[in-house]
């Protein structure tokens, strides 16, 4: 495997109504805080951040902004819960690549803005079990 091909968890992104109310209790029942906070006018979400003091695996909430919202879409359709799982890759480009070159269906052929300062780009659920799959890079600047 090249350095491209790591992937590791990132977040778990969860599809909420109320995003205020979500962040208070996934504080309060499972010890995490709000690190960053951000609105996505492109996607039409929401988007916070928790992670562990500590560090590990972070929650990703999404609230819709507008009815044409994707994350409107979803919850109309299956209510609130997991939205999506997001791996950290080093490339997303030649990870992309890859993917095309294997016949995986893709969302985006191309990276595109994500939240929390990264470049993203989604699988196809079809194409893993029916599970939405995020793919982030992380943009490469300090301070
Ligand atoms: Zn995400």
Redesign the pocket.
């Known amino acids: 495997m090249t350095n491209a091909n790591t992937r590791s968890l990132y977040?778990i992104?969860i599809a909420v109504n109320n995003i205020e109310e979500a962040e208070k209790l996934y504080e309060s029942a499972l010890g995490l805080k709000v690190t960053h906070r951000e609105v996505i006018e492109d996607q039409g979400v929401r988007?916070s951040m928790l992670e562990p003091e500590g560090g590990g695996t972070a929650i990703?909430l999404?609230e819709p902004l507008h009815e044409n919202s994707p994350i409107s879409k979803f919850l109309e359709k299956r209510g609130e819960g997991i939205h999506?799982i997001?791996f950290l890759v080093d490339d997303l480009v030649s990870a992309l690549e890859e993917l095309k070159k294997e016949g995986v269906r893709l969302i985006d052929e191309s990276p595109r803005v994500?939240?929390h300062y990264t470049r993203?780009a989604f699988i196809h659920p079809k194409a893993l079990n029916g599970v939405l799959i995020?793919l982030?890079e992380k943009e490469k600047k300090d301070g």
Do not use: D, K, R, S
Request: hydrophobic share 60%; aromatic share 0%; proline share 0%.
């Open positions: 977040h992104a988007a990703e999404l999506h997001a994500g939240a993203v995020e982030a």
